[in-house]
């Protein structure tokens, strides 16, 4: 038994390996499936998954499957989508019952006694130090309720060669992966040798969850006030575009 | 010369109608909706250098009229950048921001808004 995970939302698990009207259900985005047994045809893998709350064998294709990632990137990637599918693929607002109470406990990873009832402070960053707390396994995290703090000191572990576990690169560096973020810019521009010089400007980073051909996706909090998606373009080699004042990708190294 | 003196008369008028202008009229401070940010993303708190008060001004420019003092640790909430200035408003329970309007709009209170130097500014989150 091989355990995958779905590379997109809404992947279809069939009842036989062929197209048609067979559908057991959908695979949410980056959900596990156990596969059973070999290849069938050009692409059908059986396997078993969770569908509607029970266990169901079944076949997916491969071409929607990856590999796990290593323990702590694929624990920040789940920990992203488990709060996006909370918050209802991002259809549901801060300030409805219960996400509030789910905006309080953002709040509460990084010791700040706010309930998510004060609209008026951005929860963005806490999301972010909610996921990576998590998560697990991200010793020596800034967490902070400010983006700027921990993209500093990781742009910082990288120009200084320190262990760290995120470096911060130019986005003509690196191309960004699961479990990576991605840094833009608000208000004011920003560039990566500000951010290597400064730890006090306005941000707002996004933890990616799926790189397709030409764009990432990534889920952020405080993102159209819900935990949401946003895509952001790659070129054809796999970089980031720099389109919607990107300045940064904070490498995950674990 | 009397040319002259027209001309230095003209200028002088000019400079005062400038001046008056930079002074009496207010440029709001602005909701700024975009693709990416939700408005007014950044919670600041003042941070003067000398830690006495910090100006609020009606305009982004040291000539407009100071609106309200602020005094060091005052909690604003940034909702544009404009050169050295940032567009604030003072926080408080109910400033009614709204957050959902999709689009651009002037903030009209009822909190106090205006503009501060960004540099007197401290990151609290966002």
């Not at chain 1, 990856?66 to 989508?81: F, H, I, K, N």
């Not at chain 2, 926080?91 to 007197?120: F, M, N």
Request: proline share 3%; net charge positive.
């Amino acid at each position: 038994m091989t355990k995958q995970h779905a590379l997109a939302d809404h992947v279809n698990f069939r009842k036989t390996p062929k197209f048609g009207s067979n559908r057991l259900g959908s695979l949410h985005l980056a959900q596990e499936v156990n596969v059973t047994g070999a290849q069938q045809g050009d692409r059908w893998m059986p396997a078993t998954a969770a569908i509607d709350g029970a266990t169901v064998s079944g076949f997916v294709s491969k071409n929607v499957l990856r590999d796990p990632l290593s323990g702590p990137r694929e624990a920040l990637v789940q920990e992203c989508v488990k709060q996006w599918l909370r918050f209802d693929r991002g259809k549901r607002k801060e300030n409805e019952q219960p996400f509030v109470r789910f905006v309080g406990e953002f709040w509460q990873s990084i010791g700040m006694d706010l309930d998510g009832l004060d609209r008026d402070v951005p929860w963005s960053a806490a999301f972010i130090s909610f996921a990576v707390r998590t998560a697990g396994g991200y010793n020596g995290f800034r967490f902070a309720a400010a983006h700027s703090r921990y993209v500093h000191k990781a742009i910082r572990a990288k120009l200084d060669n320190a262990s760290h576990p995120f470096w911060g690169l130019k986005i003509s560096e690196h191309k960004p992966e699961l479990g990576d973020m991605v840094c833009r810019w608000r208000s004011s521009k920003i560039t990566y040798a500000h951010a290597a010089t400064h730890e006090a400007f306005q941000s707002h980073c996004d933890i990616v969850v799926q790189v397709a051909g030409d764009h990432v996706l990534t889920i952020g909090g405080n993102v159209s006030h819900s935990v949401r998606h946003t895509r952001y373009k790659i070129n054809a080699r796999g970089f980031l575009t720099g389109e919607g004042n990107v300045y940064a990708v904070l490498k995950n190294n674990r | 010369m009397r040319t002259l003196v027209a001309g230095i008369a003209l200028v002088i008028v000019a400079a005062a109608a400038a001046g008056y202008w930079q002074y009496s009229t207010v440029r709001p401070v602005k909701l700024v909706a975009s693709e990416y940010d939700d408005v007014c993303g950044t919670l600041s708190k003042v941070a003067p250098q000398d830690g006495a008060m910090a100006a609020l001004h009606a305009r982004p420019s040291a000539w407009s009229r100071q609106i309200a003092h602020l005094a060091a640790g005052s909690q604003v909430i940034v909702c544009e950048v404009s050169g050295e200035w940032s567009g604030v408003i003072v926080k408080d329970e109910a400033c009614q921001i709204d957050h959902d309007a999709g689009h651009t709009v002037d903030y009209s209170g009822p909190c106090v808004s205006g503009w501060i130097r960004s540099r007197l500014l401290g990151l609290l989150a966002g």
